[in-house]
């Protein structure tokens, strides 16, 4: 009989490819060679990624463009003042430009503070973390110093499953054909599964969860089903998983198939 792991790695070996990424905001990360630059941008990136995807992939193109070639030089070298200049006006959804700049001037803060967002990040967690929850919070309370940064960044400390921080976490941490990964401080087996529809709906298929709200608990319930699989990288099945259900030609019916037959 197939074993479960033998079936999520076919998956894998046949979907887990840059082919299948756009669009995808994490398309942006592969502009940005050095990890100083990519940290920042794939954090903006995944700050943005909600609502409808072309609006996503059109807002994270307007404000990267804005602190290309280098993001990191860009937060370094303008007053909070030039910022603001630099997005009057900017709207989406619900971050207006107020929001957006204390995100940046918050980023700026931390990154001269620890030199790079990995280091606040690693700084905020302990040898006897099971996962990457206490630096996110860490990271979370230093970015937030401004407490004006809206919807943006979601607080680890509340229910919410913190999407879009989860997955920027999987981008940075990971390293294979899609994820371009850069930060080495911490280990993959402590990342938890970006939490989405489409990764709800698949952690009841596969009998990880019961829970119909998508929050963190959730989200743990789900990273620790794929732990059972493959302890040292739960979220390693994440990407091509959730191809099916927004990939055109790829739909739950067709994943459950694949799994279960």
């Given at each position: 009989?197939?074993?479960?792991?033998?079936?999520?790695?076919?998956?894998?070996?046949?979907?887990?490819?840059?082919?299948?990424?756009?669009?995808?905001?994490?398309?942006?990360?592969?502009?940005?060679p050095e990890k100083k630059n990519r940290e920042v941008a794939g954090f903006i990136a995944a700050c943005l990624a909600?609502?409808?995807?072309?609006l996503i992939m059109e807002t994270v193109a307007t404000v990267l463009g804005k602190l290309d070639p280098t993001p990191f030089d860009y937060l370094m070298g303008q007053t909070k003042k030039d910022?603001?200049?630099?997005?009057?006006?900017?709207?989406?959804?619900?971050?207006?430009?107020?929001?957006?700049?204390?995100?940046?001037?918050?980023?700026?803060?931390?990154?001269?503070?620890?030199?790079?967002?990995e280091n606040c990040f690693y700084t905020g967690m302990t040898p006897e973390d099971e996962t990457i929850i206490p630096g996110l919070v860490f990271l979370f309370e230093q970015i937030n110093r401004n407490k004006d940064i809206g919807h943006l960044l979601a607080d680890p400390q509340?229910?919410?499953?913190?999407?879009?921080?989860?997955?920027?976490?999987?981008?940075?941490?990971?390293?294979?054909?899609?994820?371009?990964?850069g930060w080495e401080k911490i280990s993959p087996s402590l990342l938890i599964v970006p939490l989405d529809t489409h990764m709800h709906k698949i952690g009841m298929m596969l009998g990880f969860t019961k829970r119909k709200s998508p929050?963190?608990?959730?989200?743990?319930?789900?990273?620790?089903?794929?732990?059972?699989?493959?302890?040292?990288?739960?979220?390693?099945?994440?990407?091509?998983?959730?191809?099916?259900?927004?990939?055109?030609?790829?739909?739950?019916?067709?994943?459950?198939?694949?799994?279960?037959?």
């Open positions: 009989m197939i074993s479960l792991k033998d079936r999520l790695e076919c998956i894998y070996s046949q979907y887990n490819k840059r082919e299948y990424i756009n669009p995808d905001p994490l398309l942006f990360l592969y502009d940005y909600y609502g409808r995807v072309e910022m603001a200049n630099d997005f009057k006006d900017f709207q989406y959804r619900f971050a207006n430009d107020v929001h957006l700049v204390n995100l940046l001037w918050g980023i700026r803060e931390v990154l001269k503070r620890f030199s790079s967002l509340k229910k919410s499953a913190c999407k879009r921080s989860l997955l920027f976490l999987r981008w940075m941490v990971r390293k294979d054909q899609v994820d371009p990964g929050d963190m608990k959730t989200a743990l319930e789900i990273t620790q089903g794929f732990r059972q699989v493959l302890r040292e990288d739960p979220v390693k099945y994440d990407f091509c998983l959730t191809r099916f259900g927004i990939r055109r030609g790829l739909n739950m019916d067709h994943l459950h198939h694949v799994i279960y037959t």
